[in-house]
């Protein structure tokens, strides 16, 4: 069992930057990948960007160039930094860690809007 706390969110103003954090803990294998989906109202969760073990990152079109994952592999934390923010980023942000299996964050609201 593996639990998740994110941290991080809010309110930005189009072109702005804001930052998510993602902490795990409990049993976590050595080998894993922990990323962000994104969820607006009326449509279905999407990937925003992974990262693995090794480092190695996949990310969304529509962020690349905007958002960059990282993680602290000895604190088993995740974190997203995203700028350039655009109202079509406004979702709830789930923190998502996946070895064998798959467990999510509770979800963190980001809102884009002037």
């Known amino acids: 069992q593996v639990q998740l706390v994110e941290s991080g969110g809010g309110l930005a103003q189009p072109g702005g930057s804001l930052r998510l954090s993602c902490a795990a803990s409990?049993?976590?294998?050595?080998?894993?990948?922990m990323g962000w989906y994104r969820q607006a109202p009326g449509k279905q969760r999407e990937l925003v960007a992974v990262?693995?073990?090794?480092?190695?990152?996949t990310y969304a079109d529509s962020v690349k160039g905007r958002f960059t994952i990282f993680r602290d592999n000895a604190k088993n934390t995740v974190s997203l930094q995203m700028n350039s923010l655009k109202p079509e980023d406004t979702a709830v942000y789930y923190c998502?860690?996946?070895?064998?299996?798959?467990?999510w964050g509770q979800g963190t609201q980001v809102t884009v809007s002037s």
């Open positions: 998502l860690y996946t070895d064998t299996s798959d467990s």
């Open positions: 990262i693995t073990s090794f480092g190695k990152t």
């Open positions: 409990g049993s976590i294998f050595s080998i894993y990948a």
